[in-house]
């Protein structure tokens, strides 16, 4: 079992609708982050989070450190969210990230 | 400037070849990393350097080389590579360890 698991693998959605993006992990974090990979390969990152919730424009990142569970929303998607979005975590070795799969999404206009 | 510069774009490179790939930052930062990336994988951490210090090397093969000339520079070098090698090299940096990492376009490495 992957410390840092992702669903869905895959989504699919149209234009303006909301999207919901889950990562669980299932070891001791300091931090998680979410980042966005385009094709090509640039990443940015989205959001880092240790508690409670943060919102940039239409993204939305939650986090329960307790049942160790992480969502990403984005509402009102648009095509150019068409992305692989990746969910990290960072645990106690120092300036380690631990990767999930990734979740390929695309929105459809 | 905030970004994270990586050069070249693109690498061919033989088996018996040296070659580097360079990945620049000014944005004060003291931690830069290596990753390699697999098509369709998450990332995988190869090195992390700290203040100028190697401070983790995930088991890589010495045929990679890091080298951290100043706190704005970091290289890599490739020696006698695998064609298994081949894939995109990301760089990253974050203000001290355990921040925001900032990644670098990346180098797409093709090993023949």
């Known amino acids: 079992k992957n410390e840092v698991e992702q669903s869905p693998q895959n989504l699919t959605a149209q234009e303006g609708e909301f999207i919901t993006i889950n990562c669980s992990y299932s070891v001791g974090i300091s931090a998680l982050h979410w980042l966005q990979q385009h094709p090509g390969g640039g990443i940015v990152s989205l959001f880092m989070?240790?508690?409670g919730k943060k919102k940039h424009g239409r993204l939305i990142a939650t986090i329960n450190i307790q049942e160790k569970h992480s969502s990403l929303h984005i509402t009102a998607s648009h095509p150019r969210d068409s992305a692989v979005y990746i969910c990290a975590v960072s645990g106690t070795s120092y300036g380690k990230l631990t990767f999930g799969q990734g979740t390929i999404l695309t929105v459809h206009p | 400037d905030t970004e994270v510069t990586q050069t070249p774009k693109h690498l061919v490179m033989g088996m018996t070849n040296k070659k580097s790939l360079k990945c620049e930052q000014h944005?004060?930062?003291?931690?830069m990393y290596w990753y390699k990336q697999k098509a369709k994988k998450p990332p995988e951490l190869m090195f992390v350097?700290?203040?100028?210090?190697?401070?983790i090397n995930e088991s890589v093969p010495s045929r990679f080389s890091p080298e951290c000339p100043n706190s704005s520079l970091l290289n890599l070098h490739l020696h006698a590579l695998q064609p298994e090698d081949s894939a995109l090299y990301l760089c990253a940096s974050s203000h001290a360890v355990q921040e925001t990492q900032y990644f670098g376009p990346g180098t797409r490495l093709l090993v023949l």
């Open positions: 350097y700290s203040y100028e210090k190697l401070s």
């Open positions: 989070l240790s508690s």
């Open positions: 944005m004060g930062h003291r931690a």
